[in-house]
């Protein structure tokens, strides 16, 4: 089919790719000439694992070709992609104005064009319940004459695994009101749909509650493990092992109950935010996702002031190493991430952070300019740890579990870690001479030796 993706970000970029390697022929329409650019000439401007190959491959074959020219872009378009920015206004609102003016310009471009055929117009973005319907409203009044038809298609694809997720979706759900539409995503998706079940249509309002209600749940789950830590803590039972025990029960099954020191990313916090706000417009208080909110700002809290307590030291003029600034592992993507706050936190208890990460380091530094002279940024774990009297780590990336940790305490004022995401084997820090304190786990606590400081 012929497919046009508007916005060629994370999200349109991912799916343009996965569906031009499925023998799509699919047009990107990306406005900012920089990004463009490196698109033209090969590159991802984004990095996520498998999605450079998989964009060589469908470049070469001819199957993708990247424009800023919407007109050209929708000549043959079947179906349109709506792939823009919905961010949230400061009264919690969406702003559209991006949605808005990019249906605007493919329907102008539709109505110029006169196809005979229905084109249907697809929007991925996240938004709240009816902003699909009254898209479609505005676009009718706006360009009466042009032949389309609008439906809710959300996204559930994952950060570092997104390539995989879209061509391996758990479900495809569609929302909207056109039959034809069903059938033309129906045929659109053939190759993905693996049981008939999991091709679902709705209304668009049940469809834009999907998304919410599925990143509320996930994150509900993350919140309820993460409140869980303290009682474990406090009774001295193990997160991991109740985590085992609950999610092997088949009603709950083993996904998103890691415990941790906090969830980000740039759809859970929003997500949830963003349901809270509708629950208010619809004339409620929403307790379930405000406590999800309140348990994730505490957990973060409650990490940056273990640190604090269990230091062995006043934590004004400590040295922190914080290992891992990226939300989670195999992303640069720092947005909401646990880290920022237990950065802030720790430099506002007076402490000096040495930070390392190894993708989000650079986005990172752009962020927190304004605390840049209490960060030095370290391009290996093991050089920020060195003359540290603690390491905090934050995001899950797998080569933290593999450092030469002996080699490590050797260098360190102290030998501490707080693990904020369970990922390093108590035992090999014991045995590697460690105090060591994981979340809603059984520390290893000894009497520390502290090097004699200068
Ligand atoms: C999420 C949803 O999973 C995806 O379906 C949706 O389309 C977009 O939002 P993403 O933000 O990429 O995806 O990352 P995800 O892997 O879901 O992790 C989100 C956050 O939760 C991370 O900070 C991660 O560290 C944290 N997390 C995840 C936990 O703390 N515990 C877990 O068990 C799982």
Redesign the pocket.
Known sequence: MDVTIIGCGYVGLVTGVCLASLGHTVRGVEKDQRKLKTLQSGHCHIFEPGLQDLLNETLANGSISFTDNVKEAVKDAEVVFLCVGTPPKPDGTVDMSFLESAGKEVCDALSELKNDWLVTIIVKSTVPAGTNRKLYNFLKQQVPNAYYAVVSNP????????VQ?CLNPDRIVVGGESPEAFRMMRRMYDPLVKREENFMTMNWESAELT?YA??SM??A??SF??ELTILCEYYGADIEDIRKGMGSDTRIGP??????C???????PK?VAAMEHISKQAGYDNLFVRAIQTINENQKKRFAQKIADKLGRPIEGATIAVWGLA??AD?DDIRE??SIDVIRMLVEKGAKVRAHDYKGAENMRAYLKDIADKIDWVADPVTAAAGADAIALC??WPQYTTQPFRKIAATMNSPIIFDG?NCLHRDVMRENGFQYYPMGRPPVEKELRLKQRN
């Open positions: 996204e559930f694809l994952k950060e570092g695994t997104a997720d998304k599925a990143n996930l994150a789950r993350i493990m993460n996904a998103f109950l890691r415990a941790g906090g969830y980000g990313g740039s759809c859970f997500d939300f989670k992303t991430s646990a995001t899950d995401r």
